[in-house]
């Protein structure tokens, strides 16, 4: 078992197919583990509303479909906002000075097969859509893994800014380096969960990992 705090960027991580989805899905009241229970500020998760629950949560998935219409309506998703909060997190999750190119702004059109976007730009407007909803805690399945490191690191920063908490599950060790601590999972179980330089002297599967990914 594990305790997070309020705030903490978390990173997980581990070969295919030891867990790290699985155990996110549970996170985010997907699914519900066959054993122990998920607790959120001391509410366990079956006996919280789970609709009221999931208000609180953003979720990213390794997904970067985008839908038919403008950029304002892929990140509105239905709801409203005002454009100065909207450039407000343009700007967090570094697209503002893209969009400001567009001719068109936030009215530029879009469909899930324009490849006027690159992949990267598709993850930032995925993650500015999930930001726009101010959530407490946001949940990131690969989300980050057509991005650069420096752009990475810089909307690491200002996510930690918002005082948001984050879960973030990553093969690319790099996409997480700057997390408060690391878990390192291997066939359902928890091998680690330290910092990422204390993964490295302490943990010889995390090692082994960071090896073959900085190879």
Do not use: W
């Amino acid at each position: 078992s594990f305790d997070v705090a309020s705030g903490e960027f978390i990173g997980i991580t581990g070969e295919s197919g030891c867990g790290k989805s699985t155990l996110m899905r549970m996170a985010y009241a997907v699914l519900e583990p066959s054993k122990g229970t998920v607790y959120y500020d001391r509410v366990s998760q079956t006996q919280a509303n789970k609709r009221s629950l999931r208000q609180n949560f953003g979720v990213i998935t390794q997904d970067v479909k985008l839908m038919n219409g403008s950029l304002r309506d892929n990140l509105l998703a239905g709801m409203y906002f005002e454009d100065s909060k909207i450039f407000e997190i343009l700007e967090v999750s570094c697209l503002k000075n893209f969009v400001d190119s567009l001719p068109m702004g936030l009215e530029t059109m879009m469909s899930e097969t324009s490849t006027s976007f690159s992949m990267g730009q598709r993850q930032l407007i995925i993650i500015a859509r999930a930001l726009l909803r101010r959530p407490r805690i946001l949940f990131m399945d690969e989300a980050t893994s057509y991005l650069d490191r420096k752009t990475e690191s810089l909307i690491t920063k200002n996510i930690k800014a918002l005082g948001i908490t984050r879960f973030a599950v990553a093969h690319r060790l790099s996409s997480i380096e700057e997390a408060n601590r690391i878990l390192m999972l291997g066939e359902g179980k928890i091998l680690g969960f330290d910092s990422h330089s204390n993964l490295l002297q302490n943990c010889p599967e995390y090692k082994q990992l960071h090896t073959i990914s900085t190879s």
